[in-house]
Nanobody, 125 residues
Framework: QVQLVESGGGLVQAGGSLRLSCAASGRTFSGYTMGWFRQTPGKEREFVAAIRWSEGNTYYADSVKGRFTISRDNAKNTVYLQMNSLKPEDTAVYYC??????????????????WGQGTQVTVSS
């Protein structure tokens, strides 16, 4: 049974930083795309960042490029999202996700095989 467990959300002032973690278990993720989405009430789910587990290639939404960094620790089966220079518009529930169908399904179609429960990030102005 695959589980994705997020941690690291919280309240931070604008300009501050947070690091989200996603601990993955239940299978090997070689060949998977893993990453983060976010959602606020009344809005569609938004792709944030992705990483190809095997190759390490990374992908970012334009809105976070240059501020957020996604990385993975293969030994710990964990994906991280380092978020710097946070803005109030980054406020959302952030979800970790994993998918084996390829980067287009993840980043464009915003679909994934597995999802975490979400962690709240609130950025105050």
């Amino acid at each position: 049974q695959v589980q994705l467990v997020e941690s690291g959300g919280g309240l931070v002032q604008a300009g501050g930083s947070l690091r989200l973690s996603c601990a993955a278990s239940g299978r090997t993720f070689s060949g998977y795309t893993m990453g983060w989405f976010r959602q606020t009430p009344g809005k569609e789910r938004e792709f944030v960042a992705a990483i190809r587990w095997s190759e390490g290639n990374t992908y970012y939404a334009d809105s976070v490029k240059g501020r957020f960094t996604i990385s993975r620790d293969n030994a710990k089966n964990t994906v991280y999202l380092q978020m710097n220079s946070l803005k109030p518009e980054d406020t959302a529930v952030y979800y970790c996700a994993a998918d084996q169908r390829g980067i287009v399904v993840f980043t464009i179609l915003r679909q994934a095989d597995y999802w975490g429960q979400g962690t709240q990030v609130t950025v105050s102005s």
